[in-house]
């Protein structure tokens, strides 16, 4: 069982942390103020690796496995939720799903971009209709000469401020369930497609959402996958997502131990530090010990991921666990800052905000607990 990181993997933990204060943090409150999607951010981050981390070296990757990715992303989202979110579509979602399942035409046309940098990808799955229940998909893609008519509308779409390219999922065979629904690429560009600006969000600002309407015709050639088994990718796709989003939690939850001690240590009450009190002893020793289990369960879920196994549950376990035990220590920092954090603008405020988006995108934690209660019912 993995109870450490190799040499290697730990290197690369380093220089990702380097990258992440010495570029990431110094733009995270810029980034959460304005809400525009940081796209000079994203270029670093590319130079580094950071959109391809577990795509192979000769599609324009990196090459590492996903441990390696997941320790990425927890450093990423210990300066900035938005970057680490970003970076997970378009890795997790998008250029792995290509790597997947795409041919070697589209391979050639998306992937070394994609994983390159280049290109930036979205994922239009959610429909105002399909959230938890993503298989009530109303987008739909008709045969139409060569290729298909794809028509709908999808919503909260991650990184459509920029992306080149979108996975869009559209049901092909009407009446047949998740056994219908098939995979498309989708170039940005293509005419057709309307982008409309989403409402504010609480937290993670700046990702670039938009609401998409589709009336355009792709070709058969864009079909990713097999024809109706597009519900089967998606799947597949979010189980490296919630991999991902759990070590994204993580990092939040870690940045928010990090401002608690902090001021733990220097603010100072009945003539001594607040730190030597037995009730912020006991609040970080709580949360810093549900991070460290949340960590152990992401990493065995990064090393079956590795492995090509299909245990979806093991994802869902660790995003549920990272994601309540990061919620859970943003707001015992806000506590143990008191008025401090409570300030609009300090950090961990912009943190306690950003942690409850991992309790809901790429499924909500009463979707994890229903998948884990299947496997453990066997239902």
């Known amino acids: 069982m993995l109870l450490d990181l190799t040499p290697e993997q730990r290197a690369f933990k380093e220089s990702i942390e380097q990258f992440a204060r010495g570029v990431v943090a110094p733009?995270?409150?810029?980034?959460?103020?304005?809400?525009?999607?940081?796209?000079?951010?994203?270029?670093?981050?590319?130079?580094?690796?950071?959109?391809?981390?577990?795509?192979?070296?000769?599609?324009?990757?990196l090459g590492l496995d996903y441990l390696s990715y997941a320790l990425a992303i927890e450093a990423v989202a210990r300066a900035s939720a938005t970057l680490a979110a970003s970076l997970v579509v378009t890795n997790s979602?998008?250029?792995?799903?290509?790597?997947?399942?795409?041919?070697?035409?589209?391979?050639?046309?998306?992937?070394r971009a994609l994983a390159s940098g280049k290109t930036i990808g979205a994922f239009a799955l959610s429909e105002p209709e399909a959230g938890t229940d993503a298989a009530n998909q109303q987008t739909r893609a008709v045969k139409a000469g060569a290729g298909y008519r794809i028509t709908g509308q999808k919503v909260w779409v991650a990184n459509a401020d920029a992306a080149a390219v979108a996975v869009v999922f559209a049901v092909t065979r009407p009446g047949a369930g998740t056994h219908g629904i098939t995979a498309f690429l989708v170039p940005m560009d293509a005419p057709g497609i309307t982008r409309r600006a989403r409402d504010d969000s609480l937290g993670v600002r700046g990702l670039g959402c938009m609401d998409l309407d589709f009336e355009v015709e792709v070709g058969e050639s864009q079909v990713l996958g097999p024809v109706d088994q597009g519900f089967r990718l998606a799947m597949w796709a979010l189980q490296g997502g919630r991999v991902a989003i759990a070590a994204q939690a993580l990092g939040i939850g870690e940045a928010a131990i990090d401002e608690a001690i902090r001021h733990a240590k220097a603010r100072k009450q009945f003539?001594?530090?607040?730190?030597?009190?037995?009730?912020?002893?006991?609040?970080?020793?709580?949360?810093?010990?549900?991070?460290?289990?949340?960590?152990?369960?992401?990493?065995?879920?990064?090393?079956?991921k590795d492995g090509q196994e299909s245990r979806m549950v093991g994802a869902s376990m660790a995003k549920l666990a990272a994601s309540e035990a990061a919620h859970k220590a943003a707001d015992k920092a806000m506590q143990i800052l008191a008025s401090a954090g409570y300030r609009r603008g300090s950090v961990v405020e912009r943190l306690f905000r950003d942690v409850r988006a991992t309790e809901i995108y790429q499924g909500t934690s009463e979707a994890q607990r229903m998948i884990i209660a299947e496997r453990e019912l066997g239902i």
Do not use: C, H
Not at 100 to 109: H, L, S
Not at 273 to 287: C, G
């Open 27 to 61: 733009r995270a409150a810029a980034i959460d103020e304005s809400g525009e999607f940081p796209l000079d951010v994203i270029r670093a981050a590319a130079g580094r690796g950071l959109l391809g981390v577990a795509v192979s070296k000769a599609w324009g990757g």
């Open 93 to 111: 979602l998008v250029a792995e799903l290509v790597a997947y399942a795409g041919d070697q035409f589209q391979k050639e046309q998306w992937l």
């Open 271 to 304: 003539g001594e530090p607040i730190a030597n009190y037995q009730a912020i002893q006991w609040m970080l020793a709580d949360v810093a010990t549900e991070l460290a289990a949340a960590r152990m369960l992401t990493w065995k879920a990064a090393v079956a």
